[in-house]
């Protein structure tokens, strides 16, 4: 049971342009949303998380965003780079995180 | 290098045949997860262990899978009987006991039965 929506499947962005990806989730019950960003051949590697009681976390050139009453968040990539490829995927989790309930995936592609 | 070090780093094997993987996390985390992730697809939680007690175990993981954690430090999964739609990636990933520490994954086993 798929319990995160994340849109697109895949995504193609030219060099210095921003990447966005979105995810829903239904049950309220998570206080946890990371984003992973996995390379092929690599496991996936934490790259930003949040929690719901904050709007909006930014690392470098990687914010979260998110709206509890709208039960989405999304990543947004700004002056995304060709090393920037690679496939993303949201989770949630709850409590101590011994559980996290992933995305699909985004694959993204950032052309040069 | 002391990240999440899994072995080995690929599999093959025939259908009927059982096969096991280790995990070592890093040091000093007491918490360890295996999961499993197919093409085109997220990690599926498979089974957790706190130091070596596992403590829970996803409906996924079928009587075919066992995963020990001998000592509280390094962790094995083994599948008996392998069957075609055992071939996955399968990831550990390890954290500190902490909150929502964040998961730490090795570079996972691609496992294929053919």
């Known amino acids: ?112 | 290098d002391t990240g999440v070090s899994q072995n080995p780093r690929h599999k093959i094997t025939k259908r009927g045949q059982n096969v096991t993987f280790r995990c070592d996390p890093i040091s000093e985390h007491n918490r360890l997860y295996w999961y499993r992730q197919t093409l085109g697809q997220g990690p599926e939680f498979l089974t957790y262990f706190q130091n070596e007690a596992q403590l829970e175990k996803s409906r996924l993981l079928s009587d075919r899978f066992s995963a020990e954690r001998p000592k509280g430090s390094f962790s094995t999964l083994e599948i008996q009987r392998t069957e075609q739609g055992d071939s996955a990636m399968y990831l550990c990933a390890s954290s500190l006991d902490r909150g929502n520490s964040p998961l730490h994954f090795g570079n996972g086993t691609r496992l294929t039965v053919t």
Not at chain 1, 38 to 50: E, N, S, T, V, W
Not at chain 1, 52 to 68: A, L
Not at chain 1, 71 to 99: E, V, W
Request: glycine fraction near 8%; aromatic fraction near 12%.
């Open chain 1, 1 to 112: 049971q798929q319990q995160v929506k994340q849109s697109p499947q895949s995504l193609i962005v030219q060099k210095g342009g921003i990447s966005i990806i979105n995810c829903a989730y239904e049950n309220t019950a998570f206080d946890y949303f990371p984003w992973y960003q996995q390379f092929p051949g690599k496991g996936p590697a934490l790259l930003i998380a949040i929690r719901p009681d904050v709007s909006e976390k930014k690392e470098g050139r990687f914010t979260i965003s998110f709206n509890k009453s709208a039960k989405q968040f999304s990543l947004h990539i700004m002056d995304s780079q060709p090393g920037d490829s690679a496939t993303y995927f949201c989770a949630r989790g709850a409590g101590n995180n011994r559980k996290l309930i992933w995305g699909l995936g985004t694959s993204l592609a950032v052309n040069p």
